[in-house]
C-alpha cells in the first residue's frame, strides 16, 4: 500500500489521504521510500500557480492510477531511499533527493542516469522544466553533508533561489539601487537573499515583514534594518530602491509603491507568501514587476558556467547560510499523516512560526 495526500485544485483546504495498491515494478523503474520531504509556504505556491506553472503536472493522480478528478497532490522537495530496483546501475538502499509528491513511495524510470543525478523519464514528466525532474544521487554529490542532512530538504532549493536573485543582482550592479527592499523578509528565500546581499555591501539591506516576524528576523542579523508592513511610511522615500518581494500581496506592494513611487527602480518579483494578499496594485510611478523563476535562471548560469562552476559558487555560500542556520532554525521532524495534516493547515493560514522548519515522511517507523 502507498499512502497519499490529495488535495482539491480549487480548496487546498479539503484534503483526503488516499491508499494505492502497488503494482508490481514495471521493468527500468526504481522503487522509492519518500522521506524525509519539507514543507513551507514554497510548497503552498505550487499549488497556487499550479494551472499556471503547470506544477501539478508533475503528480497528477490520473497517471498513477489514482480517479478522483478535481484532485491533486502537492509537490515537495526530500529524500528518498530506494526500496526496489529493476536499474542495473541503482541499488536498494541508495539515497536520492528531489521532488516528490506527498506520499510514501513513488516508482521512478530513471533516464540520463549518471554518476550524480538521473530524470525520471516517465512520459508525462519528459516536457516538465527539467530542474523538477532531476534526481541528485546524494552519496556521489559534493553539495551534500551529512551534518546539514535535515537542513537539505527545507533550505536547499529556496537558498538557490536566493543565491540566484543576488547573482542577478550582481550582474545588474544592484539596479543602481542604494537600498534593497525585501519583503515578506522572515520567509527562507528572503533570509538566503539578505544574507548573500548583505556580504557584498553594495546597498543597504532593509526587510519588511510582519509585526509577529520583526524580532525574528533582527535577531538573524542578515538585514541592516527591519521594518513592519504597517511602517512602511517611517522609510526614507526618497532614498533609490529596488524590490524583491517574496510576499506578492497586492496591498503591500501598492503601500510600497505609493511611498517610494519613482525611487523604485527595480522591482523583482518572486513569490507569493501572502496568498491572500490581494491582486497587484496599480502603478502609476516607479519600474514595475519583473517576474523571477528561479529554474530558468539556474538553468542559464549552468549554461554559461558549466555545471561544475555553478556547484562551486552556489556551494560557497549554502554551506556558511546552513551553518548559520543551525542557530536560527528549529528543525521538527514527524512521521505519519495525522501529524502533517494540522501543520498543513497552519501553513495554508500562515500562522506557522518563521523560525520553524518543518519535516515529514508519511510512513511510520521511518529511519
Ligand atoms: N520565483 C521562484 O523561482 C521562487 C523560488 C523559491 C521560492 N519562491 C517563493 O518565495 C516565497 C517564500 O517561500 P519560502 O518557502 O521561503 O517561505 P517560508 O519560509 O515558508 O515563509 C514563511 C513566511 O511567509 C509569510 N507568510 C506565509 N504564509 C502566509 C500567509 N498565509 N499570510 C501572510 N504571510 C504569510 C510570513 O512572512 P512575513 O511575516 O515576513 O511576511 C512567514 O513567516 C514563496 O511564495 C515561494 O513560492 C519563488
Not at 527500468?28 to 506544477?55: C, E, K, Q, S, W
Not at 516607479?286 to 558549466?306: C, K, L, N, Q, T
Request: glycine fraction near 10%; include cysteine; hydrophobic fraction near 35%.
Amino acid at each position: 500500500m502507498n499512502q497519499t495526500l490529495l488535495v482539491n485544485k480549487t480548496d487546498f483546504g479539503d484534503v483526503v489521504p488516499v491508499n494505492i495498491d502497488e503494482a508490481p515494478l514495471a521493468e527500468d523503474h526504481i522503487r522509492v521510500r519518500i522521506g524525509p520531504f519539507a514543507l513551507t509556504a514554497n510548497n503552498i505556491t505550487y499549488m497556487v500557480t499550479g494551472d499556471r506553472m503547470g506544477y501539478w503536472k508533475f503528480f497528477e493522480p490520473s497517471e498513477y492510477g489514482i480517479d478522483r478528478p478535481g484532485a491533486g497532490r502537492i509537490p515537495v522537495w526530500g529524500f528518498a531511499e530506494v526500496t526496489e530496483s529493476r536499474v542495473g546501475n541503482i541499488s536498494v538502499g541508495e539515497r536520492i533527493y528531489g521532488f516528490f509528491p506527498v506520499a510514501e513511495m513513488l516508482d521512478i524510470k530513471p533516464a540520463r542516469l549518471s554518476r550524480h543525478s538521473f530524470h525520471d523519464g516517465a512520459s508525462h514528466r519528459i516536457p516538465l522544466h527539467p530542474v523538477y525532474n532531476t534526481y541528485v544521487r546524494t552519496q556521489n554529490d559534493p553539495g551534500f553533508d551529512g551534518d546539514l542532512d535535515d537542513l537539505q530538504p527545507v533550505l536547499r532549493p529556496l537558498f538557490t533561489t536566493s543565491f540566484l536573485i543576488d547573482d542577478r543582482f550582481d550582474e545588474n550592479r544592484f539596479y543602481g539601487a542604494d537600498q534593497i527592499l525585501i519583503l515578506s523578509a522572515s520567509s527562507k528565500t528572503a533570509l538566503g537573499t539578505a544574507f548573500c546581499m548583505k556580504q557584498r555591501g553594495a546597498a543597504k539591506i532593509t526587510g519588511l515583514t510582519s509585526a509577529r516576524n520583526k524580532a525574528f528576523v533582527e535577531s538573524t542579523g542578515f538585514y541592516d534594518h527591519v521594518v513592519t508592513y504597517e511602517h512602511i511610511h517611517t522609510l526614507d522615500g526618497g532614498e533609490k530602491s529596488a524590490v524583491v518581494d517574496m510576499a506578492g500581496s497586492g496591498e503591500i506592494t501598492g503601500r510600497v509603491y505609493d511611498h517610494f513611487g519613482e525611487n523604485i527602480v527595480y522591482n523583482c518579483m518572486v513569490g507569493k507568501s501572502h496568498r491572500q494578499g490581494g491582486k497587484p496594485p496599480k502603478i502609476n510611478a516607479g519600474a514595475p514587476p519583473v517576474m523571477f523563476f528561479a529554474p530558468d535562471r539556474a538553468r542559464e548560469r549552468i549554461g554559461e558556467w558549466g555545471r561544475d562552476g555553478f556547484a562551486d559558487r552556489l556551494g560557497a555560500q549554502w554551506i556558511p547560510f546552513c551553518q548559520s542556520a543551525k542557530d536560527w532554525l528549529d528543525i521538527n521532524k514527524s512521521q505519519g499523516i495525522e501529524k502533517l495534516l494540522p501543520v498543513y493547515q497552519a501553513f495554508l493560514e500562515g500562522t506557522v512560526p518563521a523560525a520553524k522548519a518543518c519535516l515529514f515522511s508519511l510512513q511510520e517507523n521511518h529511519p
